[in-house]
């Protein structure tokens, strides 16, 4: 399941605070790119429920965050560990370039 984040505290709680490593997927509706890998991170989410949490932050509805963490293109995935990010990929990729990253 992927879980939309709204705004600061939800990200602190969802991501900052998870357990488990999280997938945050930086996006905007209008962004053709972001439509490209939007299908290949639910399918992530899906395939690895149990070892990861995935979120998507739209970044004209959370821009705070977005920019907290400099993103400046989208779609951005940044994996996060312990509240850290650890990996960033920047572009549409496909899936084996994002399973890599995790």
Known sequence: MVLAIENDAMFRSEVLESDKPVLVDFFATWCGPCRMVSPI??????ERTDTLKVV???VDEAPSVAAAYGVMSIPTLIVFKGGEPVNTQVGAVPKAKIEAML
């Open 41 to 46: 991170v639910d399918e992530i989410a899906a």
């Open 56 to 58: 998507k932050v739209d």
